[in-house]
């Protein structure tokens, strides 16, 4: 295994931020987690996990070691008339396995298709899109204890999903390395398509097909949302804000054209609509700006730093707490 000091890191978010590792170690099998955890715990470095860097924002300097996880490799462990059972390694990336089970007539991840990064981040921010979050298909979480090396496995339970949140963002967080993942994928299954924007895309399709939403998700994600590979970015920088009803009336009666969505007791808010409201949409801060379709995006022009898309997303929040006296919680991790 190579570990490798003062990497450069620029090319493995799609942020493209000129971040440069103390220490990095490309982690490709079990044995070598267990090396580059060694390694890390007898120089006693902090880690830090790298997917596909679809969901940082990595300062300057990263002190300690990043592992890159690229473990790969996947297990039908069962095969039953209405479903199957795959255990998957995190490395391996989400959206080409998206499209294999699809292909193998294993559904319900269509909605999810293209989203960036590995399967083993799927289950941190439980990955959510037109409708569906990864958790419905989630059965269990295997990981590797950081400070024991200990090999840990989590149920569904234990992972304690929410919207955009699990027990790796709260408690487990910086203590574990999610290696796998075992997803329960039904074979026949009506794709989920009342998402409005999806029932928008399908148009005429009254009963659609897996393939249908598939082929409707990826056309909508490429027409909204600037390709990291062109324009860098970290797609939504902020939450929806969850808060409840009551308090969700007295914004209202303030506010009527608030946009919104019921979620039992709570009501999730729209950010977007939060920040083009409090004049987020042409904000910039050096090569950091906000993107002229989504106000949700930040993007960076060409040699923007961590420090500037900080400090835009801290402007563009105080900018909604003034406005509307809502927090919002940014989305990424920030190392
Ligand atoms: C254009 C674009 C569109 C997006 N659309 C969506 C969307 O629709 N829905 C959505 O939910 N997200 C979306 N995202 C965010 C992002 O793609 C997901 O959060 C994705 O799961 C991140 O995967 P990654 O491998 O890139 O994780 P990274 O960015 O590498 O890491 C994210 C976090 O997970 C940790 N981590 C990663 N792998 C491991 C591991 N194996 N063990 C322990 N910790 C780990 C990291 O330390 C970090 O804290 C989008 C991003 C972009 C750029």
């Avoid at 620029?10 to 942020?15: G, Y």
């Avoid at 967080?173 to 999806?198: F, K, M, Q, W």
């Avoid at 969505?261 to 987020?280: C, I, R, S, T």
Wanted: glycine share 10%; hydrophobic share 45%; charged share 25%.
């Amino acid at each position: 295994m190579r570990i490798e000091a003062d990497v450069p890191l620029a090319h493995c978010n799609t942020l493209r931020l000129p971040a440069r590792a103390e220490w990095c170690a490309t982690v490709a099998s079990g044995d070598e987690l267990r090396e580059a955890l060694d390694f890390a715990r007898t120089r006693r470095l902090a880690l830090c996990v790298l997917g596909g860097g679809s969901n940082v924002v990595l300062r300057e300097r990263i002190g300690g070691c990043v592992l890159r996880m690229q473990l790969t490799g996947e297990e039908l462990l069962e095969e039953a008339p209405g479903h199957v059972r795959v255990r998957v390694a995190a490395g391996v990336q989400w959206h080409g396995f998206v499209l294999a089970c699809h292909r193998r007539g294993w559904h319900g991840l269509e909605n999810l298709a293209l989203i960036p990064g590995t399967v083993g981040a799927a289950p941190i921010q439980n990955i959510g899109a037109y409708g569906v979050e990864v958790q419905e298909f989630v059965e269990a979480v295997g990981a590797v204890d950081r400070a024991s090396g200990e090999a840990l496995r989590l149920t569904h339970a234990d992972c304690r999903f929410a919207y955009r949140h699990s027990i790796f963002k709260s408690e487990l967080a910086e203590r574990i390395v999610i290696t796998d993942l075992t997803l329960r994928l039904p074979r026949a299954r009506g794709p989920r398509s009342d998402y409005p924007a999806l029932r928008a895309a399908l148009g005429a399709v009254a009963d659609p097909s897996p393939a249908d939403v598939l082929e409707a998700v990826m056309r909508i994600r490429r027409e909204r949302l600037p390709d990291p590979a062109v324009l860098p970015n970290v797609g939504s920088f902020f939450k929806n804000p969850v808060i409840g009803r009551a308090r969700f009336e007295r914004l209202r009666a303030e506010h009527p054209g608030v946009v919104h969505w019921a979620a039992g007791d709570v009501v999730k808010l729209a950010a977007a609509w939060l920040v083009e409201q409090a004049g987020g949409k042409g904000m910039r801060q050096g090569a950091a700006r906000v993107h002229e379709r989504q106000a949700l995006v930040l993007v960076n022009e060409g040699g923007a730093t961590a420090a500037q898309v900080l400090g835009l997303a801290s402007r563009i929040a105080t900018a909604v707490r003034e406005r509307f006296g809502i927090d919002l919680e940014i989305e990424p991790a920030v190392y």
